[in-house]
């Protein structure tokens, strides 16, 4: 089929992308602190919207649109503030808002399915840092006078999706059996979100400071 790359490209970009989903990033920060926080539904539900994110802009590169955002140095300003500006939110909330877990024997209201899922959606819609990802590492294995070149853009970002799920769900299932282990130490819980607010504003701050290179 035209839009399937070489064997050995693909075995080439799935070590990458294994590789890739392993390094820490705001998306991983979220569905694993949702996971600790709220359970492993609300972690999936993030990773979902992650997903999705990540489905829209391989699909906005492979057909030229992300390459038009960075080319306007307006239009990508105004996203890495969204951006930054909704990380700095998502600490704010993690320092205003409680874990959610059993505390005093009173359940906590935690956030819907749908919630999680359009945060994950957001976090990565919103962060130019993907946008530049996806620019630079998927042509990489694909050749530029390749007439299905488009078509094995997006075939090959799409298939991160499958290669990176068995190891972010693992990290999901293993956050939620921490998580039950913490149930009795709220004070330890209350350090976890200083800490996942910490490392939402390192993000931001760090995605302040991105350029196109």
């Not at 050995?8 to 569905?31: K, Q």
């Not at 004070?187 to 400071?209: C, E, P």
Request: aromatic share 12%; net charge positive.
């Amino acid at each position: 089929m035209s839009f399937l790359p070489d064997a050995h490209v693909f075995l080439e970009f799935a070590g990458a992308a294994i590789i890739l989903t392993l390094i820490p990033g705001p998306d991983m920060a979220l569905f694993v602190g949702r996971a600790i926080s709220q359970g492993k539904a609300a972690g999936l539900a993030c990773i979902a919207g992650c997903t999705t994110g990540i489905l829209i802009q391989v699909f906005a590169v492979s057909v030229g649109l992300s390459a038009l955002i960075i080319a306007s140095p307006t239009a990508f300003f105004i996203l890495k503030v969204a951006g930054s500006v909704y990380l700095l939110w998502l600490a704010l909330q993690a320092l205003l808002n409680r874990s959610n877990f059993f505390v005093d024997g009173k359940k906590q209201k935690k956030l819907s399915v749908k919630r999680n899922y359009l945060t994950g959606l957001a976090i990565n819609l919103l962060n130019p840092k993907v946008l530049l990802f996806n620019l630079t590492f998927l042509p990489q294995f694909v050749d530029a006078l390749d007439p299905h070149a488009p078509e094995k853009i997006f075939f090959l970002g799409a298939s991160f999706i499958p290669i990176s799920l068995p190891f972010t769900v693992s990290m999901v299932l293993a956050a939620d059996k921490f998580a039950k282990a913490l149930k009795e130490n709220p004070h330890f819980v209350r350090i976890l979100d200083y800490l996942m607010a910490g490392i939402f504003t390192a993000f931001a701050v760090r995605l302040l400071v991105t350029e196109v290179k």
